[in-house]
């Protein structure tokens, strides 16, 4: 009988305190739940979804810090549209789509092209450089080597980029087009601006991998591999010009055709090259004539 | 114009002599944890004043008219702590709504107030103080906030100026801080006996 009334004893107790602590706990939820309505932060749904849409790289070729904030600043501002370098058309017209917008095509993804072939054999150096192995500090040195124009191949451009896609190959910035996502970061990095982002319409691209604006005389001097600025190529092909001793390809009017393969077995020095996931090896410089005196 | 008195004296207490970080050593995470910039550790700072006053009010009467009168003082703790995480989640909610980049500077110790065991201690200090009325308890709770506000903003000051200082290697980081805390805690020693 003891026993029994000092459970029940204890029972009331307890309830009271059960009964009180639900209380408290039902009126705290309610305030909570009022609280959580008239503060509720309002999350545009669509933010979430362009974040999907993009490739969740954060390589930063946009601008921003990642996707996710590319992504916010795109739905507020449609004018990003197309940032995303990685992410391409396909990126951009999904987004588009949930934005209502009709974007025309940006055309063909643009991939580096690196305006130089010119490897450590095909360069001339007046002495040895031991400063700082950077490209930006070998560039402020007037004479690290004889082309001013050419590749440093301090790698500048592979430290800036994130997807291991460019490698120094013998002094030559080399990129891997089957890692590249096309964003940018390389052209950026270049002291010299030997990289160019080009519309790749093909899988693989004729380019002129030079930028030497030397005259063909002193081009041929210093490098066996230079653009002299002949004009042989714009003989055979119209999507070739010459410009300040420099041919350039126009990348709108490339196509695999006979003309454009005359024009690449015609260059003298070999300077026209395949580039692109599936490029053959670059053709060798016809033999050189004679020198008639260097300068 | 005792009352006054009164009050004022418990706020100055509360405050300089029985700060609840430099005597108590109670809410060091937050104190060691966000005290990298002024204005974090200030805002912080203002967030937990806001809990601490709010909860040490809220305990105080739940304490006073509910549980002692049914002599149920052993579910204070339960009891105290609900109405800090109600408190906790009230303010995170505003912050989120009205200071979006205070939100996300913050992170996780937004949050983490709720287990910030100056609220809770102070809470129970007020009961262990034998806290007579309601304007003392509002006093007191808005005092211990104020000196963990001051606390925290004096330990970000003085991070922000050893980040130009040369310090040892070893004690680098964490093991300075500490050793600041233990300094800053002892300076306010000075204090003790005042009132």
């Known amino acids: 009988m003891m026993v029994l009334a000092s459970v029940v004893s204890t029972l009331t107790a307890a309830l009271l305190a059960g009964l009180i602590m639900l209380s408290l706990g039902a009126i705290f939820a309610t305030i909570l739940l009022i609280a959580s309505e008239k503060l509720k932060?309002?999350?545009?749904?669509?933010?979430?979804e362009a974040y999907d849409a993009l490739p969740h790289l954060d390589c930063g070729a946009c601008?921003?810090?990642?996707?996710?904030?590319?992504?916010?600043?795109?739905?507020?501002?449609?004018?990003?549209?197309?940032?995303?370098?990685?992410?391409?058309?396909?990126?951009?017209?999904?987004?588009?789509?949930?934005?209502?917008?009709?974007?025309?095509?940006?055309?063909?993804?643009?991939?580096?092209?690196?305006?130089?072939?010119?490897?450590?054999?095909?360069?001339?150096?007046?002495?040895?450089?031991?400063?700082?192995?950077?490209?930006?500090?070998?560039?402020?040195?007037?004479?690290?080597?004889?082309?001013?124009?050419?590749?440093?191949?301090?790698?500048?451009?592979?430290?800036?980029?994130?997807?291991?896609?460019?490698?120094?190959?013998?002094?030559?910035?080399?990129?891997?087009?089957?890692?590249?996502?096309?964003?940018?970061?390389?052209?950026?990095?270049?002291?010299?601006?030997?990289?160019?982002?080009?519309?790749?319409?093909?899988?693989?691209?004729?380019?002129?991998?030079?930028?030497?604006?030397?005259?063909?005389?002193?081009?041929?001097a210093f490098c066996q591999v230079g653009c002299i600025g002949c004009g042989l190529c714009v003989k055979q092909s119209d999507a070739f010009k010459v410009e300040g001793n420099l041919a350039r390809m126009d990348y709108g009017k490339y196509e695999p055709s006979g003309q454009n393969e005359a024009a690449y077995n015609k260059c003298p020095t070999g300077v026209i090259v395949y580039r692109g996931k599936s490029a053959p090896a670059p053709r060798e410089p016809k033999a050189k004539k004679p020198a008639t005196g260097t300068a | 114009m005792d009352t006054i008195l009164i009050l004022l004296t418990g706020f100055i207490s509360v405050v300089l002599v029985n700060n609840l970080v430099f005597t108590k050593f109670l809410g060091i995470c937050p104190y060691i944890g966000v005290s990298g910039r002024i204005d974090m550790a200030f805002g912080m700072g203002l967030a937990v004043t806001f809990v601490m006053t709010l909860s040490g009010t809220l305990t105080w009467m739940i304490d006073h008219w509910l549980l002692m009168?049914?002599?149920?003082e052993v579910v204070r703790y339960v009891a105290f702590i609900m109405v800090i995480a109600a408190a906790v989640q009230l303010v995170e909610m505003y912050v989120k709504r009205f200071f979006p980049s205070l939100y996300d500077s913050f992170g996780i110790f937004l949050p983490l107030i709720t287990t910030n065991c100056a609220i809770l201690g102070l809470c129970l200090f007020l009961v262990v103080w034998g806290t007579g009325s309601l304007i003392e308890a509002v006093v007191l709770s808005f005092g211990g906030g104020i000196g963990f506000t001051m606390a925290i903003c004096i330990m970000a000051g003085i991070r922000e100026n050893l980040r130009m200082v040369d310090v040892p290697e070893a004690l680098q980081g964490a093991p300075i801080t500490l050793i600041t805390a233990g300094l800053l805690a002892m300076a306010f020693m000075g204090f003790a006996g005042m009132i």
């Open chain 1, 41 to 48: 932060v309002p999350v545009d749904p669509r933010v979430a």
């Open chain 1, 63 to 220: 601008g921003y810090p990642g996707c996710s904030g590319y992504a916010k600043a795109v739905i507020e501002n449609p004018e990003l549209l197309g940032k995303c370098a990685p992410g391409g058309a396909e990126a951009a017209n999904k987004i588009a789509a949930l934005l209502n917008l009709q974007i025309s095509s940006d055309g063909p993804p643009h991939r580096p092209v690196v305006h130089c072939r010119a490897h450590t054999g095909n360069k001339t150096f007046y002495g040895q450089y031991n400063g700082i192995q950077s490209c930006t500090s070998a560039n402020a040195l007037a004479n690290v080597q004889a082309c001013k124009f050419g590749c440093l191949g301090f790698g500048d451009c592979v430290r800036a980029c994130k997807f291991d896609a460019l490698h120094i190959v013998d002094g030559l910035a080399t990129v891997d087009y089957a890692k590249c996502t096309g964003c940018g970061a390389c052209a950026k990095a270049c002291p010299r601006n030997l990289i160019e982002m080009a519309p790749f319409g093909q899988e693989n691209m004729m380019v002129v991998a030079c930028s030497s604006r030397e005259n063909g005389r002193n081009t041929r």
């Open chain 2, 69 to 72: 009168p049914l002599n149920l």
